[in-house]
């Protein structure tokens, strides 16, 4: 009875300590790194979508030479928007320009070089379609002032409209926006996961 017992208890033990073992085999596992370059084509989608999404509803809500609902719908809801955007897939998504008006959409160093790339390659007449780290933590994109209907909210003063201006201003006091001719580069998209 006693040997029975002695063989069970010996056999749980091996038994247990085995599961322990893997378990410790899994806790060591250590998962690959994200590379964006691996699943560029559903970023590039996502940040299409997004783009679609911003612009056909900025054009929405131009009533003929008056933008203010313009304004105010992009005052309310182009953080949302894009933020919505980031549950698609699990990527977030961002909107980034050193000259910003959003402050939430102000670059990081590394933002930064990102940002350098697209310049430099924009004025040797090559625009690089996207730019990611050495380290692979984020994958950017270019974002172009493409209309002339961007001036109006974006351009210089005799460009813009200066009753949407002043409404912006209301929104955003510390607006750095402003004063780009039609082709320049404003932003970047930011695609990153896991932040
Ligand atoms: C009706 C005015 C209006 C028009 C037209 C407009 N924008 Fe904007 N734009 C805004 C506002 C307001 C924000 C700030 C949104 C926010 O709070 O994130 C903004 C933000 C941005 C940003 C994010 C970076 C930042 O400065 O905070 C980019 C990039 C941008 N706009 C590009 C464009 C482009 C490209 C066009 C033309 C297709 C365009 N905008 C047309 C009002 C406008």
């Not at 350098?116 to 379609?129: D, M, R, T, Y």
Request: with cysteine; aromatic share 10%; hydrophobic share 40%.
């Amino acid at each position: 009875m006693n040997t029975i017992k002695f063989t069970v208890l010996a056999a749980s033990m091996v038994f247990l300590s085995s599961c322990v073992y893997f378990q410790q085999e899994e806790n060591a596992y250590v998962p690959e790194p994200w590379n964006p370059l691996d699943e560029q084509t559903q970023i590039d989608d996502v940040i299409l979508a997004t783009q679609q999404l911003l612009v056909g509803k900025l054009i929405s809500h131009v009533d003929g030479e008056n933008l203010d609902e313009a304004v105010h719908f992009c005052a309310k809801n182009a953080q949302t928007l894009t933020d919505s955007m980031s549950q698609v897939l699990g990527y977030n998504i961002r909107r980034i320009s050193p000259q910003n008006r959003n402050d939430k959409n102000a670059l990081n160093a590394d933002d930064a070089l990102a940002f350098e790339q697209f310049e430099n390659s924009l004025a040797s007449g090559a625009l690089e379609k996207f730019f990611v780290p050495e380290n692979q933590n984020a994958y950017y994109t270019p974002i172009l002032l493409g209309m002339p209907l961007c001036l109006q909210c974006h351009g210089k003063a005799e460009d813009r409209n200066p009753q949407t201006y002043a409404l912006i201003q209301q929104y955003y006091p510390n607006d750095k926006a402003i004063n780009y001719d039609l082709g320049a580069l404003r932003g970047m998209w930011k695609v990153t996961v896991g932040e």
